[in-house]
C-alpha cells in the first residue's frame, strides 16, 4: 500500500430541506471539495457514493452534477457507516494502485425520502420488531444497562448533550446552534425512558465529500495534505451479542486493529469525531475506543477532558447530535470535520492544535434480523 | 493484480416469491456456491453485496444467516449492474493482494418490496418523468429508433424473444419456462408501442452468488476454478446522450476496455449472457458488444449463430427474458450461467464446449436525472 491523502473536503450544511433532491446536496459537497483542492472535474478518476434512502445510482446523478462521467462509480450502503465505507474504498483503490485521484461523496436527504413520517414495518421474522421494538427503544435499553453496570446518572449523561450542543453552537455546518443545560436536556420530551429528545440526534439531510489522491500527487492540489493511517471497516453484531448490550464489541475490535495498521494507541489521539445518535452512546464508545478504561468514560466528560480545549476533544463538531446526522453523509462529514480540524482551520470549534484525529462510525442493527457495520479512520498531518 | 478465479457459484431458482425476505433469497444462494465451492464460514474473508429495494445492511443479513460475520462486509447498488459491482469489487480485493477468499452475492425481492405494484414517482426536476415517461417508454423510443435505422421488423425482434424463451425451458433456475412463437411475441398484450409483453423481462425475487479466490489458493476447493479474465464497471449516460438512442456508448467503452484486458476481441467470445431487459436490446447489444457490425445484428438471430449449438450463443440461460430480473442479482447469475458454462455443466442449456464468455449488464436511467453504469466480465477456463 502506497500513503493516501486527503487534498480536499467540502460539506453542506446539514439540515432540513424539503426543496432539495439528494443529488444536489451530494453536487454541492463534491463542488465545495473540488474546490477545497483546487481539483478540475478531468482530475477524478473514480468515485465511491453512499445513500441509503434516495433510490438508486444517486452517485451517478450527484457527478453528472458536477460534470464528471464515464468513470468507475460504486453505490455503497453501510447504514450510518455507509459514507465511512465510501471513504475506504476510495483510500483502497488509490493505496493498492488501481486509480491516483478519485472520491467519496456521503449524501442524505431524509426529508424528501419515502420514508420521513412513517414507521419502518419490521420485516418478517423480525420478531422483536413485530412486537414494537424500535431503534430508540433498543438504545434505551443499552442505555439503562450502561447506567445501571457503571453507576452513571441521567445528569451526568446529559453532559455530553450540553458539550456536543455547544459545540454545535460554533460550527457553521451544523444543524443546531443552540445551547442547553443539563436540565433542559434531562426535562426536554421523553421519546423512550431513559431518552429524552435532546439526547437524540435529529433526522437531518446533507451531504459531504473528500478528494483522495496518491501522495505523491499531492503537490498538484492547493491544499495541504492530511494523510490517511488506517482505514477499517468490519460487520458484526452490536448491542444484542455483546458482553453487555451497552458495550459495542464490534468497535472494540475495529479500532483494535485500526491502532495496529497505525501503529498507534489511544493516547496518540488529539481529536476524535465518534458516532453519538444517543448522548450515553459517546461515553461507551469513549471505552471501547480506548481513551478510558470500562466504566470510566464519564470521568472524561465530568473532568472536561473531552471538551474543546481539553486534552481529547471529542465531536468539536457537535456530532450527531448537534450537527445532525443524514446517515450515509455522516461518515465523510466526520472526515472534514478531522481534516480542517488537522489543518487547524476549524474555526471558533478549532479543537488545540492536533495531529492525529480517529473517526468512528456505527452502522445498521434497527432490525433483529441485521447485524451492524463500524469503521474506524485514523488521519495524521 | 495476481489471478482471481472462481471456485464455485450458486443461485436460488428464479420467480415470485411473497413469503421469502431479500436476505433469505440472499442465504440460499450462498449456501449453494459455498456447497459448490466446498468452502466453509470461516474460509470466507469478505465480502460485497448488492442490493437495491430491500433496505439497509442486506449483506450482513445475510452473511449472518450463513454463520459468516465479524468481516468487511459493503453493500453496493448500481441498478442492474449492482451484482457485476460486487462481483468485479470482490474480484479486485483479491486481485490487489487485499484479501485472499471472498464473495460476491446479489439479491432483489420485488415482491416484498414496497415498489410492488406501485408507479416510483418522478424525482423534482425529472421533466420528462413529471411529463409520464417511465422505463419501457424509454426503451419503446429507442426500439422504434432502432428499427426504423436498420430497417429491422417487430417479427425479427421476436425471435431474440422466442430464441431465449426457448433457453429458458433448459433451465431449471428460470422463472419461465414456455416457449413461445413470433406471432405469439408480436400479438401478446401491448405494453409500450412497439414493446409488447413477451418481449419484456418481468419482475423478479432471486439471489445468486459467487465464490472467489487467488488463483494459487483454487486447490483448496473442490471445482476446477474458472479464471476472471477481465473486469469492467463504468458509469456514463446511455440512450439519450448516445450518437443514437437506439445505441449504448456505454456498453462500447466499456468491452472496448474489457477486451484490451484480456488481450481478446469478440471473436475469442464462445458464450454471452447480455442484457435484454427488452427483447431488441439484445440485436443492439451485439452489435455495441463487437460481435457484428453496426446495423447488422439483426443477422445473428436469422442465422442462428446466437442460439445454443450455434457459433456464439447468447442468453443460454434465458436471459432476463425468460430466465428472470431480479435486478441486483442478474450480475452474478450471468457470471453463475457462464461458471457452469465453461465448467460444461450446463445440462440441457450446455452451449457447446465454450473456453471464454462475456457477462454484459447495463444499470440506471430510469430518470433523466440519473446516469447509468455498464458492467463487462470476460472468463475463461
Same mark, same amino acid.
Given at each position: 500500500?502506497?500513503?493516501?491523502?486527503?487534498?480536499?473536503?467540502?460539506?453542506?450544511?446539514?439540515?432540513?430541506?424539503?426543496? @432539495?433532491?439528494?443529488?444536489?446536496?451530494?453536487?454541492? $459537497?463534491?463542488?465545495?471539495?473540488? +474546490? +477545497?483542492?483546487?481539483?478540475?472535474?478531468?482530475?477524478?478518476?473514480?468515485?465511491?457514493?453512499?445513500?441509503?434512502?434516495?433510490?438508486?445510482?444517486?452517485?451517478?446523478?450527484?457527478?453528472?452534477?458536477?460534470?464528471?462521467?464515464? /468513470?468507475?462509480?460504486?453505490?455503497?450502503?453501510?447504514?450510518?457507516?455507509?459514507?465511512?465505507?465510501?471513504?475506504?474504498? $476510495?483510500?483502497?483503490?488509490?493505496?493498492?494502485?488501481?486509480? *491516483?485521484?478519485?472520491? $467519496?461523496?456521503?449524501?442524505?436527504?431524509?426529508?424528501?425520502?419515502?420514508?420521513?413520517?412513517?414507521?419502518?414495518?419490521?420485516?418478517?421474522?423480525? =420478531?422483536?420488531?413485530?412486537?414494537? %421494538?424500535?431503534?430508540?427503544?433498543?438504545?434505551?435499553?443499552?442505555? @439503562?444497562?450502561?447506567?445501571?453496570?457503571?453507576?452513571?446518572?441521567?445528569?451526568?449523561?446529559?453532559?455530553?448533550?450540553?458539550?456536543?450542543?455547544?459545540?454545535g453552537c460554533l460550527n457553521p455546518?451544523?444543524?443546531? #446552534?443552540?445551547?442547553?443545560?443539563?436540565?433542559?436536556?434531562?426535562?426536554?420530551?421523553?421519546?423512550? +425512558?431513559?431518552?429524552?429528545?435532546?439526547q437524540c440526534c435529529p433526522n437531518? *439531510?446533507?451531504? $459531504?465529500?473528500?478528494?483522495?489522491?496518491?501522495?505523491?500527487?499531492?503537490?498538484?492540489?492547493?491544499?495541504?495534505?492530511?494523510?490517511?493511517?488506517?482505514?477499517?471497516?468490519?460487520?458484526? *453484531?452490536?448491542?444484542?451479542?455483546?458482553?453487555?448490550?451497552?458495550?459495542?464489541? %464490534?468497535?472494540?475490535?475495529?479500532?483494535?486493529?485500526?491502532?495496529?495498521?497505525?501503529?498507534?494507541?489511544?493516547? *496518540?489521539?488529539?481529536?476524535?469525531?465518534?458516532? +453519538?445518535?444517543?448522548?450515553?452512546?459517546? /461515553?461507551?464508545?469513549?471505552?471501547? /475506543?480506548?481513551?478510558?478504561?470500562?466504566?470510566?468514560?464519564?470521568? /472524561?466528560?465530568?473532568?472536561?477532558?473531552? #471538551?474543546?480545549?481539553?486534552?481529547?476533544?471529542?465531536?468539536?463538531?457537535?456530532?450527531?447530535?448537534?450537527?445532525?446526522?443524514?446517515? &450515509?453523509?455522516?461518515?465523510?462529514?466526520?472526515?472534514?470535520?478531522?481534516?480542517? #480540524?488537522?489543518?487547524?482551520?476549524?474555526?471558533?470549534?478549532?479543537?488545540?492544535?492536533?495531529k492525529v484525529g480517529l473517526a468512528?462510525?456505527?452502522?445498521?442493527?434497527?432490525?433483529? =434480523?441485521? &447485524?451492524?457495520?463500524?469503521?474506524?479512520?485514523? =488521519?495524521?498531518?
Open positions: 500500500m502506497r500513503e493516501v491523502v486527503v487534498v480536499g473536503v467540502g460539506s453542506t450544511v446539514f439540515g432540513k430541506f424539503p426543496e @432539495r433532491r439528494p443529488d444536489e446536496l451530494g453536487a454541492e $459537497a463534491v463542488r465545495r471539495a473540488m +474546490d +477545497d483542492a483546487g481539483a478540475e472535474p478531468e482530475d477524478i478518476q473514480f468515485a465511491y457514493s453512499a445513500n441509503l434512502y434516495g433510490g438508486m445510482v444517486i452517485g451517478q446523478a450527484i457527478l453528472r452534477e458536477c460534470r464528471i462521467t464515464n /468513470l468507475e462509480i460504486t453505490n455503497v450502503e453501510n447504514a450510518c457507516a455507509g459514507g465511512a465505507t465510501a471513504f475506504r474504498k $476510495a483510500w483502497y483503490d488509490i493505496g493498492s494502485g488501481l486509480y *491516483d485521484i478519485g472520491l $467519496a461523496v456521503g449524501v442524505e436527504s431524509i426529508t424528501t425520502s419515502s420514508i420521513v413520517g412513517k414507521l419502518i414495518p419490521p420485516a418478517k421474522g423480525d =420478531l422483536a420488531g413485530e412486537l414494537g %421494538m424500535n431503534m430508540v427503544g433498543r438504545w434505551a435499553m443499552a442505555q @439503562r444497562r450502561y447506567m445501571e453496570e457503571n453507576g452513571v446518572s441521567l445528569q451526568q449523561i446529559a453532559k455530553v448533550a450540553v458539550k456536543n450542543r455547544r459545540n455546518y451544523s444543524q443546531y #446552534q443552540k445551547e442547553y443545560t443539563i436540565d433542559e436536556v434531562v426535562n426536554s420530551r421523553m421519546i423512550c +425512558d431513559p431518552i429524552t429528545l435532546l437531518s *439531510d446533507g451531504g $459531504a465529500a473528500a478528494i483522495l489522491c496518491s501522495a505523491d500527487l499531492a503537490p498538484k492540489f492547493k491544499r495541504k495534505p492530511v494523510k490517511v493511517i488506517a482505514s477499517v471497516v468490519k460487520s458484526g *453484531d452490536y448491542l444484542y451479542r455483546s458482553r453487555s448490550i451497552g458495550f459495542s464489541e %464490534m468497535t472494540a475490535r475495529s479500532v483494535k486493529e485500526a491502532y495496529e495498521m497505525a501503529g498507534l494507541g489511544p493516547e *496518540d489521539i488529539d481529536v476524535c469525531e465518534l458516532h +453519538d445518535p444517543f448522548s450515553y452512546t459517546e /461515553l461507551a464508545h469513549y471505552e471501547e /475506543l480506548g481513551f478510558a478504561k470500562p466504566g470510566e468514560g464519564v470521568r /472524561l466528560i465530568e473532568e472536561g477532558v473531552t #471538551q474543546i480545549g481539553g486534552k481529547l476533544p471529542v465531536n468539536p463538531s457537535g456530532g450527531l447530535e448537534s450537527k445532525g446526522h443524514p446517515v &450515509s453523509a455522516t461518515g465523510v462529514a466526520q472526515i472534514a470535520e478531522l481534516v480542517w #480540524q488537522l489543518r487547524g482551520e476549524a474555526g471558533k470549534r478549532q479543537a488545540g492544535n492536533p468512528h462510525v456505527l452502522g445498521g442493527e434497527v432490525t433483529e =434480523l441485521e &447485524s451492524g457495520a463500524c469503521s474506524i479512520h485514523i =488521519l495524521g498531518r
